[in-house]
T-cell receptor, first 111, second 115 residues
Framework: DAKTTQPTSMDCAEGRAANLPCNHS???????VYWYRQIHSQGPQYIIH???NNETNEMASLIITEDRKSSTLILPHATLRDTAVYYC????????????FGDGTTLTVKP | SAVISQKPSRDICQRGTSLTIQCQVD?????MFWYRQQPGQSLTLIAT?????????ESGFVIDKFPISRPNLTFSTLTVSNMSPEDSSIYLC????????????FGEGSRLTVL
């Protein structure tokens, strides 16, 4: 699996959009970009994934650059409950279970 | 989505003992995954467990230390054998979604402390 690079930590004001970047410059053509988050003392939670088109669901939006070498997860209106470690992973769909989790970004949403 | 239950949720164990963690899924799944999360660290895949075959272990993990069972499509166990304080971690069970989109579902984890 390709390696991803994320900032160690980020802060965001409650109610504002949180934009979490991820670099995956060695991504292969069949690899998707997945985002998970882990709230303290809980198991990781799937957020969203995409191949090359931008994606949106009820939790977040995923913006993938045209060259697919980086992406941004957007939480449009961050709340205190969004404070968590966010992991960006790249993997083929058929092999997602063997994904390599990097260190992730610790997002702290502040009142 | 899949609902995953793990037991125990936490335990304190003595050095040299073994502990078996159970993972129950509310639906039939082909592949189950066991991860370890050491204190303050990210997740590391231990092994992949397919029903009816031997588990496949990742580099650095061996069957003698982490034997895995997968008796059916909804259940798996991970045993942490001959524990030492270095085994103090959260152990997480995961499954991929039935639609094969690669979405992983995780249990809440089993937090083990080895004294």
């Amino acid at each position: 699996d390709a390696k991803t690079t994320q900032p160690t930590s980020m802060d965001c004001a409650e109610g504002r959009a949180a934009n979490l970047p991820c670099n995956h410059s060695t991504i292969s053509g069949n690899e998707y970009v997945y985002w998970y988050r882990q709230i303290h003392s809980q198991g990781p939670q799937y957020i969203i994934h995409g191949l090359k088109n931008n994606e949106t669901n009820e939790m977040a939006s995923l913006i993938i650059t045209e060259d697919r070498k980086s992406s941004t997860l957007i939480l449009p209106h961050a709340t205190l409950r969004d404070t968590a470690v966010y992991y960006c992973i790249v993997s083929p769909e058929y092999n997602a279970g063997k994904s390599t989790f990097g260190d992730g970004t610790t997002l702290t949403v502040k009142p | 989505s899949a609902v995953i239950s793990q037991k125990p949720s936490r335990d304190i164990c003595q050095r040299g003992t073994s502990l078996t963690i159970q993972c129950q899924v509310d639906s039939q799944v082909t592949m189950m995954f066991w991860y370890r999360q050491q204190p303050g660290q990210s997740l590391t895949l231990i092994a992949t467990a397919n029903q009816g075959s031997e588990a496949t272990y990742e580099s650095g993990f061996v069957i003698d230390k982490f034997p895995i069972s997968r008796p059916n499509l909804t259940f798996s166990t991970l045993t942490v054998s001959n524990m030492s304080p270095e085994d103090s971690s959260i152990y997480l069970c995961s499954v991929d979604d039935r639609a094969n989109t690669g979405e992983l579902f995780f249990g809440e984890g089993s937090r083990l402390t080895v004294l």
